[in-house]
């Protein structure tokens, strides 16, 4: 089974230039629009594809630079016994040192004897395909693989109209899954020459007025032999070959009628089924046209779960539940450059392993605020959609997501984030602190937001709203509270010096204490308070904080804006 060990591209469409080596199962590529995805995708497939005559334009040089020849070289491994004999492409085969990812220009004991593909298309237009090899250009020789194993190399698209790979047509992977080929020249032609015949039966009937005005026409003018004329169809029109033979049900509907998602999920698993030669399959949006159980199927059906995959996939995605599904390994995030896409691993930083699955709308994001724990991520999410509700544009337009750092891991996070190339900031308290030399790090990159001095989000926020707000949040606090374990946190809280009823009472004289203050911050903010989860501090942040924000403390304010101005900014 063929497999791709490098790509390499100069000067095609939106790519510059490009250096990638893929993992040998699914490669899926995720990132924002136009960061080059489906180009790197089309590059394969001109590359390898089995066509005699491919159509190019400027339009597919970079910057319409005709001058600059395209140029696709695809490192070929995992080759057939027949592909690495001498006799067939001997002076051509080299060696693939996988550990290195160095090629050598002859194969050597070691390393994996593979072919070097190119496409190069230059002013003219024209497409060249060769095998490329140092040796071989010294001694001015070219070669191209022979049709046949074109043919076997090529790969499968499985795109929005690939039907032609439910019928036997050449090329197509039920023609790859058929030992034995469909034959049926002598039949196709006899029912060829009976439709003919019995066409012609009933359009004579059907067609006789006009029929009679040709003829007349024609005797007029000395054409023919005098003879009526009849109405056939075409015997060149009439032709018929195997590639007219098609799936059919039972009751002999066309399977290529099917839903555009039931047709890319039969043939990706007809694909992993016939993977012979070519075991290479290229699918744009993987989720089109299906629901999120059957993207798993699909997934399954091009290897997901399997130790040893049969299929190398190249998948592009813009779903979360393709990218929680997958997990870290099979990721490459894809992001805009000055010279084309740059390319990372997700699965070189498996701390972000829990952010997949939980919050895996991250890595299809352009920018990601990393907040402490729920509680920052629930009051973020509840200021922005207060903001949305007064007619603000919400940070989820300006393509920022929220996730949770997990408490003590939030910083590793963050600037696993950077590194992948997005851009990045954490939203932190101020009473437990991270290493500052690895936040210091980390700000070379990313932004950090944080709570006045030794203050968690609890704490700031008591110290910061009107005493009106914080009333509201102590009763929304008791919708779900009792009234004595809530008593309790607060007696806890401030040895014994602050109630329910002491609070209630300075709100009706001065307003509340410092002391009081801080017996709701440090209540609310234990393990267990009162609003530590996303759902409760959301729903606080919008119904009661954001419409208070403008009379909060100055500094508060002043982080808020902080924090907005960035997730609008991306």
Excluded at 415 to 428: C, D, N, P
Excluded at 532 to 542: D, I, L, N, S, Y
Aim: net charge negative.
């Amino acid at each position: 089974m063929v497999k791709i060990r490098k790509l390499e591209v100069l000067n095609f469409r939106s790519i510059r230039t490009l250096s990638w080596f893929p993992t040998p199962g699914i490669n899926c590529l995720v990132g924002p629009g136009d960061s080059g995805k489906s180009t790197i995708l089309d590059a394969i497939d001109l590359c390898m594809g089995a066509r005699r005559t491919i159509q190019f334009t400027d339009a597919d040089f970079t910057d319409l630079a005709v001058d600059a020849p395209i140029e696709i070289t695809i490192t070929l491994g995992a080759l057939s016994d027949r592909l690495k004999t001498l006799d067939a492409y001997g002076l051509f085969l080299r060696g693939f040192d996988a550990a290195s990812k160095e090629i050598e220009d002859e194969p050597q004991a070691g390393l994996e004897t593979v072919l070097c593909l190119k496409l190069t298309v230059g002013a003219d237009l024209e497409p060249v395909w060769t095998l490329v090899s140092d040796r071989a250009t010294a001694l001015g020789s070219e070669r191209y693989f022979a049709w046949s194993d074109r043919q076997d190399i090529a790969p499968t698209r499985i795109g929005s109209y690939s039907d032609v790979n439910l019928s036997w047509k050449r090329g197509s992977v039920l023609n790859k899954l058929s030992k034995e080929k469909p034959d049926a020249s002598a039949i196709l032609l006899t029912a060829a020459r009976d439709a003919r015949a019995k066409f012609g039966d009933t359009a004579d009937e059907q067609l006789s007025e006009a029929l009679a005005k040709v003829k007349e026409v024609a005797d007029g003018l000395g054409i023919g032999d005098g003879n009526d004329l009849h109405a056939e169809l075409d015997a060149h029109s009439v032709s018929v070959s195997a590639g007219t033979i098609s799936l059919h049900d039972a009751t002999g509907i066309p399977l290529k009628g099917m839903g555009i998602g039931s047709t890319r999920l039969l043939i990706a698993g007809l694909q992993k089924e016939a993977a012979a030669g070519s075991a290479i399959v290229l699918v744009d949006e993987v989720e089109h046209g299906l629901e999120p159980h059957r993207i798993i199927q699909f997934l399954n059906a091009l290897g997901a779960k399997d130790t040893e995959p049969a299929l190398q996939a190249f998948i592009t995605s813009h779903s979360p539940v393709v990218v929680r599904e997958l997990g870290l390994t099979p990721l490459t995030i894809a992001r805009r450059g000055n010279q084309g896409p740059a390319l990372k691993r997700a699965g070189d930083h498996p701390e972000l392993q829990g952010t997949a699955r939980l919050f895996p709308e991250a890595f299809l994001a352009k920018s990601v605020l990393v907040c402490e724990g729920a509680t920052e991520v629930g009051f973020v999410r509840g200021i922005d959609q207060w903001l949305a509700d007064c007619g603000k544009p919400s940070l989820h337009a300006a393509g920022t997501c929220l996730i949770s750092g997990g408490g003590d891991e939030m910083l590793k996070r963050a600037s696993a984030f950077v590194a992948l190339g997005y851009r990045t900031a954490l939203l932190r308290d101020d009473d437990k602190r991270p290493d500052p030399v690895e936040e210091a790090v980390f700000e070379l990159s990313g932004e950090v937001f944080k709570w006045q001095e030794g203050r968690k989000i609890e704490a700031e926020i008591f110290a910061s709203i009107p005493t009106d707000v914080a009333i509201a949040l102590l009763d929304l606090a008791l919708e779900d509270l009792d009234q004595r374990a809530l008593d309790a946190q607060l007696s806890s809280a401030s040895a014994n010096k602050v109630s329910i009823a002491s609070i209630r009472e300075e709100a009706l004289a001065d307003g509340l204490s410092l002391i009081s203050r801080k017996a709701l911050g440090e209540a609310s903010g234990k393990k267990s308070g009162w609003f530590k989860t996303v759902g409760a501090m959301e729903r606080a942040a919008r119904e009661i904080i954001g419409p208070s924000l403008a009379s909060g403390e100055a500094p508060f304010r002043r982080t808020m804006v902080q924090i907005r101005r960035w997730t609008l900014n991306g």
